[in-house]
């Protein structure tokens, strides 16, 4: 039940307010393009703006040439816990923007949804995080810990934004995160990890007439490829299907021979490369998939040494799983049930988040919640509805105050 001190903190929520840090904030392009730099610096620094406004400690730094991290801090008494709410600034890109029946970056309301790219991964869930702290700061209540707004760069690319973020050391000062992202306002307990792996073999090239002059590097690689799918069905066997993710996956996403794009229909070529898409569930981890993966690797060498395997690791992020009796996870659920009115629904995210790099890098507690339809990010004419977006506010300020705890009422 709801406390009346909650109560009064809700009253602050100014429901008009996400809807239009929202609007303003899918305005803004930045999708990350080609030749083009400082996509995501306008809206970082508008956000620091309204951060400033709030009263809020900021910080403004460059994860990378171009790529702005946003920091603001809400302080509250000394010693106690800090909770952050994370979110992304950086958008995929709108594709055709004739498919689209909506401007992709005019935020226009249709029916009680807002519609553009972002507005649903993630610029709600991070307009609905401010509006939350706003909100606390309007009623004048202290709280007893700390609240840190993280509008991190690169989340959609090689999250350099997060690897700034914790390189920097602060996540080492963060107790729990809230990630932001389109959830259904689920509590998100889990993630699927990944592991993006270039693959490159080199044969002998030789004349398609005698082929056996030559060491054919696709076949290696076609036969590494088949050696990979049954491996796939050993990780199903090996480490089962969980609760929330499902099963394991390696999938080959990209093949490619020869390499420079000049081949002829008679040269075998010198080398092939592949990329394989690696989807982990916990349990998993990355040096045992590599391990695996060289396994395949050496038998493969060992039936013809002149092939060469070469393996680079693009990016590897572990699955994460955090506990239902986690703190932040319980303040989510009492509130989900408090505020929403219902038992709260938990599941995982079947991809990646900057959470995965605070839970494995920096080993900060996090649950993924917020607004949005899980299956709209990345979709043409994507939306996030006006009621999701409000109780995603709401269910932020009572966790943070039920996960903080107030030092003084104001």
């Given at each position: 039940?709801?406390?009346?001190?909650?109560?009064?903190?809700?009253?602050?929520?100014?429901?008009?307010?996400?809807?239009?840090?929202?609007?303003?904030?899918?305005?803004?392009?930045?999708?990350?393009?080609?030749?083009?730099e400082h996509v995501e610096t306008p809206a970082a620094r508008w956000?620091?703006?309204?951060?400033?406004?709030?009263?809020?400690?900021?910080?403004?730094?460059w994860a990378a040439p171009g790529r702005p991290n946003v920091i603001a801090l809400l302080h509250g008494r000394e010693g106690g816990r800090r909770l952050m709410f994370e979110g992304h600034t950086d958008v995929v890109t709108e594709g055709d923007r004739d498919a689209w029946t909506y401007d992709p970056f005019g935020a226009e309301i249709v029916d009680g949804r807002i519609y553009g790219r972002g507005a649903n991964d993630m610029k709600g869930g991070l307009a609905a995080a401010m509006t939350a702290i706003k909100a606390i700061v309007d009623s004048g209540v202290q709280l007893k810990g700390d609240i840190l707004l993280g509008a991190l760069a690169d989340e959609e690319g090689l999250m350099l934004g997060v690897k700034d973020f914790v390189r920097r050391g602060w996540a080492d000062t963060v107790s729990a995160a809230i990630i932001c992202e389109p959830e259904d306002n689920r509590l998100c307990i889990a993630q699927k990890g990944v592991m993006w792996t270039d693959l490159t073999v080199k044969g002998i090239m030789a004349h398609g007439?005698?082929?056996?002059?030559?060491?054919?590097?696709?076949?290696?690689?076609?036969?590494?490829?088949?050696?990979?799918?049954?491996?796939?069905?050993?990780?199903?066997?090996?480490?089962?299907?969980?609760?929330?993710?499902?099963?394991?996956?390696?999938?080959?996403?990209?093949?490619?021979?020869?390499?420079?794009?000049?081949?002829?229909n008679n040269v075998i070529p010198e080398t092939a490369r592949a990329v394989l898409d690696i989807r982990m569930i916990p349990g998993q981890d990355v040096e045992t998939t590599?391990?695996?993966?060289?396994?395949?690797?050496?038998?493969?060498?060992?039936?013809?040494?002149?092939?060469?395997?070469?393996?680079?690791?693009?990016?590897?992020?572990?699955?994460?799983?955090?506990?239902?009796?986690?703190?932040?996870?319980?303040?989510?659920?009492?509130?989900?049930?408090?505020?929403?009115?219902?038992?709260?629904?938990?599941?995982?995210?079947?991809?990646?988040?900057d959470g995965t790099?605070?839970?494995?890098?920096?080993?900060?507690?996090?649950?993924?919640?917020?607004?949005?339809?899980?299956?709209?990010?990345?979709?043409?004419?994507?939306?996030i509805d006006i009621d999701d977006l409000?109780?995603?506010?709401?269910?932020?300020?009572?966790?943070?105050?039920?996960?903080?705890?107030?030092?003084?009422e104001g």
């Open positions: 039940m709801l406390s009346e001190l909650e109560k009064r903190v809700l009253d602050h929520v100014d429901e008009d307010l996400v809807v239009r840090w929202t609007q303003e904030l899918v305005r803004f392009d930045t999708v990350p393009r080609p030749g083009k956000i620091e703006e309204r951060c400033r406004e709030m009263g809020l400690e900021t910080h403004f730094e007439a005698m082929p056996y002059t030559g060491v054919n590097p696709i076949t290696y690689l076609s036969r590494f490829i088949a050696r990979v799918y049954e491996l796939e069905k050993e990780y199903v066997e090996r480490y089962g299907s969980h609760e929330f993710l499902g099963t394991p996956s390696l999938s080959p996403t990209r093949f490619h021979a020869p390499l420079d794009e000049h081949g002829t590599l391990q695996d993966l060289q396994g395949i690797i050496a038998e493969l060498q060992a039936e013809e040494p002149r092939v060469q395997f070469r393996v680079d690791i693009i990016d590897a992020r572990p699955p994460t799983d955090t506990p239902r009796d986690e703190p932040i996870v319980q303040a989510l659920a009492e509130a989900t049930r408090d505020v929403a009115g219902r038992e709260p629904v938990y599941g995982g995210v079947p991809g990646t988040t790099i605070l839970a494995t890098q920096a080993g900060v507690p996090i649950v993924t919640c917020g607004p949005g339809d899980i299956y709209i990010p990345h979709h043409v004419d994507e939306y409000i109780e995603a506010t709401k269910l932020y300020v009572v966790a943070a105050l039920r996960y903080l705890g107030v030092a003084d």
